[in-house]
Structure formats: structure tokens, C-alpha cells
């Protein structure tokens, strides 16, 4: 697989682990705390990546990042923090074949902040496709 298509095989593998996170965590709520459920997680997925950074060779020192760097991890990491309480308590409200397809809102955000703060310009092919997943979003989000 070349370098330049390699993204896809990961994108791929995302969707599909991010696909499986609904599901499980769905089964996985009933009966206790969305947030300490939260937390479990993540405290479980830190150790696995502890492992596997190490166990892969890529392991480096933290202190050796720039100021640059930390600010836009732990501003990441906020988010990601966020992201998944909010999701959590989605899920542990909603319905996980509703809460994930809104949840993917995020394409259509990622792409308008890309352009506003990364200065990426999709193409017209690109944005029609980003306009379906709206509306995708949109139409699973109305009212029966």
C-alpha cells in the first residue's frame, strides 16, 4: 500500500472501531454513570496506548515537545474529553443508531474548521459530499 493511500486503510479502521465504541458502549452503560463510565474508558485506552508506544519502539520524551506542541495536545485532549462525555450521556439517552449519525456532525464541522484555521481548500467534489453528510445528519436529527 503506498504512502499516499495509507490514510485510507486507517480512516477505514476508525470508522469501524468508532462504529463498535457506539454499540459496546451502549451495552456497556445500562445501569451505571455515563461519566465514571467516561472515565473508565479513557483510564483503560491510556494504558493500552502506554503499551503500545512502547512495545512499538516510538516512545520519546514528553519534555522534549515544544510549548507549541503541549498547547494544541492539551487543548486536543479537552476536546477529545468532551467529546466523549457528551457522547456518553448520548448514548446513555438515545438511541446509538441516532446518537452516532449526529455524532458524525463532525465531518461537517471538521471541514469548515479545516478551511478557517488550517487554510485547506476542499474541492467542489469534496464539499458536495461534505453537504450530503449534513443533510444525512439533518434528516436523521428531524422528527418522525
Given at each position: 500500500?503506498?504512502?499516499?493511500?495509507?490514510?485510507?486503510?486507517?480512516?477505514?479502521?476508525?470508522?469501524?472501531?468508532?462504529?463498535?465504541?457506539?454499540?459496546?458502549?451502549?451495552?456497556?452503560?445500562?445501569?451505571?454513570?455515563?461519566?465514571?463510565?467516561?472515565?473508565?474508558?479513557?483510564?483503560?485506552?491510556?494504558?493500552?496506548?502506554?503499551?503500545?508506544?512502547?512495545?512499538?519502539?516510538?516512545?520519546?520524551?514528553?519534555?522534549?515537545?515544544?510549548?507549541?506542541?503541549?498547547?494544541?495536545?492539551?487543548?486536543?485532549?479537552?476536546?477529545?474529553?468532551?467529546?466523549?462525555?457528551?457522547?456518553?450521556?448520548?448514548?446513555?439517552?438515545?438511541?446509538?443508531?441516532?446518537?452516532?449519525?449526529?455524532?458524525?456532525?463532525?465531518?461537517?464541522?471538521?471541514?469548515?474548521?479545516?478551511?478557517?484555521?488550517?487554510?485547506?481548500?476542499?474541492?467542489?467534489?469534496?464539499?458536495?459530499?461534505?453537504?450530503?453528510?449534513?443533510?444525512?445528519?439533518?434528516?436523521?436529527?428531524l422528527r418522525r
Open positions: 500500500m503506498s504512502s499516499e493511500s495509507a490514510w485510507l486503510h486507517w480512516a477505514l479502521l476508525s470508522a469501524t472501531f468508532a462504529a463498535l465504541t457506539a454499540v459496546f458502549a451502549k451495552i456497556g452503560l445500562d445501569g451505571i454513570n455515563s461519566d465514571v463510565a467516561t472515565l473508565v474508558r479513557a483510564v483503560i485506552i491510556a494504558m493500552l496506548l502506554a503499551v503500545f508506544v512502547r512495545m512499538s519502539g516510538q516512545w520519546v520524551s514528553p519534555l522534549t515537545f515544544s510549548a507549541r506542541n503541549w498547547t494544541f495536545l492539551v487543548l486536543s485532549a479537552l476536546a477529545t474529553g468532551a467529546s466523549w462525555v457528551c457522547y456518553f450521556r448520548a448514548l446513555q439517552l438515545g438511541e446509538a443508531a441516532k446518537v452516532a449519525p449526529i455524532d458524525k456532525l463532525s465531518v461537517v464541522l471538521v471541514a469548515i474548521f479545516a478551511v478557517v484555521f488550517l487554510g485547506e481548500r476542499p474541492a467542489a467534489k469534496d464539499w458536495v459530499g461534505i453537504s450530503l453528510v449534513g443533510a444525512g445528519v439533518l434528516l436523521l436529527a
